[in-house]
Nanobody, 115 residues
Framework: QVQLVESGGGLVQAGGSLRLSCAAS????????MGWYRQAPGKQRELVAA???????NYADSVKGRFTISRDNAKNTVYLQMNSLKPEDTAVYYC?????????WGQGTQVTVSS
């Protein structure tokens, strides 16, 4: 069982920045594909960004050029740098760790962008 703990959410004005962190309890963290998802009220959870065990990244079209996912395997941590935030980025952001058929979720962190 992998424990994921997100942090870094909060309230920010449009155009501002936040950096989310997700710390994993798993010592073999480097073997996991890591992702950030978000869920806004009344909407389905959607992929925001994902990072393979190498350097391959995948971003939702809505965040390309504004968000950057990265990982520090020595710290068992994945980050999401969010710049030029928009009100439509408001959501609960979830960290996900995936390896083979197994996937794990964090508890989520709220990001609210005011206009």
């Amino acid at each position: 069982q992998v424990q994921l703990v997100e942090s870094g959410g909060g309230l920010v004005q449009a155009g501002g920045s936040l950096r989310l962190s997700c710390a994993a309890s798993e010592s073999s963290f480097s073997f996991y594909v890591m992702g950030w998802y978000r869920q806004a009220p009344g909407k389905q959870r959607e992929l925001v960004a994902a990072l393979t065990t190498g350097v391959i990244t995948n971003y939702a079209d809505s965040v390309k050029g504004r968000f950057t996912i990265s990982r520090d395997n020595a710290k068992n941590t994945v980050y999401l740098q969010m710049n030029s935030l928009k009100p439509e980025d408001t959501a609960v952001y979830y960290c996900n760790a995936k390896r083979g058929p197994f996937g794990y979720w964090g508890q989520g962190t709220q990001v609210t962008v005011s206009s």
